[in-house]
């Protein structure tokens, strides 16, 4: 659809999105939007073209996901509290060392999405691949591979931007096999877990991939929140979430920006 600058409002008014499956930081951190509106926009500051169009419809690609996959409506997400804090660490990584304020943006737009900065926040229930139209190789990967939480139930995708383990491709597999560590061992689980308690584990991985995606020098967060969504995070509803976390990230970015421009 056609692209055009945009500048919305939050709404004041409050939802919330009931899960079937077990609670946990990584499913929560999709549940703290807000009402939908057909103009998702940046709220105050700098304004970003999105993927709402000149009528007020959002883009053919988004339409598609909400009629044809049942995806929800995009929200209008509010800044989580742990995002200064979160900012800080990131400012702080040497991983993240010559990234511009509003390339950061989008990288801590993504980990609220995924996990409301959680450090070792569990999701992708491994329950998830044991479908009809799952193959036999994958669900033998993920039988090998998944990691049981303290809660009882069987995770795949794990830390701030839930880097799955379980199929042997995935982002979080290719950076256990960097790591030397076997994912289909009692102790290679365990080292794992131990090894997302440390920052700078989760950020080297991630600031090497997304740099890949989008441009580190970039002076625009809504394309950098979106750019990692459909080229790294790759969820079903890819589009939906794109037009979120960009316009997570431009908010972002203006209540942060003195300190992610420093």
Known sequence: GNLVELTGRVRSSTFTLRLQDDN???QNAHTNGQAPTTTVAAAGGITTSTAAGTTGQYSQAIQDEISKKGCKEPKVFVINSGAANFVTKIKA??????WSGPALAGVVANAQGESN???SAQGDNAKGYGGPNVK???KKEVKERKIKHSNGNEYCSWGYWQFNICPKSA???QLAKEQNIDMTTTAGKALWLQKLQVD???FEFAAKKMAKITRK???DPYT?????VLEFERPACKNVHALERGNLAVLIYNQFKAQLDA
């Open 200 to 202: 700078e584990f989760q």
């Open 93 to 98: 990584s040497p991983s993240f060392r010559g």
């Open 136 to 138: 036999a190789a994958r």
């Open 217 to 219: 020098n970039g002076s």
């Open 117 to 119: 900065y959680v450090q």
């Open 171 to 173: 982002a979080g597999s």
């Open 224 to 228: 950098a929140g979106s750019d990692i």
């Open 24 to 26: 946990g930081p990584a």
